[in-house]
């Protein structure tokens, strides 16, 4: 198998892997990956937060397709996952903080993907997966 090869087998691995993950959002949370990647970003962050600065480079997304993000999470079911406020050393930038609910969602997303992975993937998958998160 020659390298192309390889990498239209991981590119396919991958894309079903994402829309299983989707899928599963969307139908028992009204959450896409995106939201997932917000969330997941700001529960590994110290104290829970990030500057939006920061949120876009992780998620590779433009400021304003960031802010309907935010906008909408802090909306989101009325439960306060999220939090933004003003940064005291910049009034024009700001912060976004994963709440004590956001913390809890964030828990029951982990526990939903990695249920729906294990069910979803072969023995083979799974090892796959975790040997590409070596460093």
């Known amino acids: ?5 390889a ?3 991981y590119s396919k691995f991958h894309t079903r892997i994402l829309k299983a993950m989707n899928h599963t959002l969307m139908e028992e949370y009204q959450l896409g990956m995106n939201d997932f990647y917000l969330l997941y970003f700001l529960g590994e ?3 829970g937060e990030l500057q939006q600065s920061q949120l876009q480079t992780l ?3 433009s400021p304003s397709a960031l802010s309907r993000m935010i906008v909408r999470l802090i909306k989101y079911k009325q439960l306060n996952i999220i939090e933004k406020h003003s ?3 910049d009034k024009r930038g700001y ?3 994963l709440t004590k609910t956001g ?3 964030l828990n029951q997303l982990h526990s939903t993907l990695e249920q729906k992975l294990n069910h979803s993937l ?3 998958d799974l090892a796959h997966v975790l040997s590409l998160s070596k460093p």
């Open 95 to 97: 912060a976004i903080r």
């Open 103 to 105: 913390k809890e969602l």
């Open 122 to 124: 072969t023995e083979e």
């Open 45 to 47: 962050a110290d104290e």
């Open 7 to 9: 990498w239209m087998n």
């Open 87 to 89: 940064l005291d050393h």
């Open 1 to 5: 198998m020659n390298i192309i090869d």
């Open 59 to 61: 998620m590779e997304l």
